[in-house]
T-cell receptor, first 116, second 109 residues
Framework: ETGVTQTPRHLVMGMTNKKSLKCEQH?????MYWYKQSAKKPLELMFV???????ENNSVPSRFSPECPNSSHLFLHLHTLQPEDSALYLC???????????????FGPGTRLTVL | KNQVEQSPQSLIILEGKNCTLQ??????????LRWYKQDTGRGPVSLTI?????NTKSNGRYTATLDADTKQSSLHITASQLSDSASYIC????????FGTGTRLQVFP
């Protein structure tokens, strides 16, 4: 195990539902990330939180809403999703680098989301 | 445009055989390159990281090479095992992380 857990592991929801994905890291890291992984596409970075502040939002639709209440927990709130949002959603954590760039990220197992 | 391309898209080999996965990138400026292994149903796990000045780095049966002049990297797996069946993702770090689409490796007995 990498020290990053995600729940639920699988989620099926309708387009009108509201659900949340949860991520927890036990590594003492201070940066957390949400990624979307679709079949045959590169990982897409969605959100970055550094020291509990959102520092990057890569033009993600507003139907995805992140929340980072503390350095160990990260949520992704979902509402009125579309079928094309079906994908594997990965959470990762790392230490904030002291001189810019990216340190190694440790990934959770992901949540497989299906939107009907 | 910053891109990372991996080949082949998928690969099937017999247990015990060697294989090489390729990663070509058009990324600038270059900071480092990582290879990740992603087992089915799990998140990616880092195998190696290589900086501009490193040509080769090994991690057990995995050996990564980097040619910064031609902007190519390879991941060589020696004496493959069934547990090597996974997707292998090349990630190049510039001012952001650029991910490849991965190579899906299947090892059969």
């Amino acid at each position: 195990e990498t020290g990053v857990t995600q729940t639920p592991r699988h989620l099926v929801m309708g387009m009108t539902n509201k659900k949340s994905l949860k991520c927890e890291q036990h590594l003492g890291h201070n940066a957390m990330y949400w990624y979307k992984q679709s079949a045959k596409k590169p990982l897409e970075l969605m959100f970055v939180y550094s020291l509990e502040e959102r520092v990057e939002n890569n033009s993600v639709p507003s139907r995805f809403s992140p929340e980072c209440p503390n350095s160990s927990h990260l949520f992704l709130h979902l509402h009125t999703l579309q079928p094309e949002d079906s994908a594997l959603y990965l959470c990762a954590s790392s230490q904030v680098p002291t001189s810019g760039g990216y340190n190694e990220q440790f990934f959770g197992p992901g949540t497989r989301l299906t939107v009907l | 445009k910053n891109q990372v391309e991996q080949s082949p898209q998928s690969l099937i080999i017999l247990e015990g055989k060697n294989c090489t996965l390729q990663c070509n990138y058009t990324v600038s400026p270059f900071s480092n390159l990582r290879w990740y292994k992603q087992d089915t149903g799990r998140g990616p796990v880092s195998l190696t990281i290589m900086t501009f000045s490193e040509n080769t780095k090994s991690n057990g049966r995995y050996t990564a090479t980097l040619d910064a002049d031609t902007k190519q990297s390879s991941l060589h797996i020696t004496a493959s095992q069934l547990s090597d069946s996974a997707s292998y993702i090349c990630v190049v770090h510039t001012d952001k992380l650029i991910f490849g689409t991965g190579t899906r490796l299947q090892v059969f007995p």
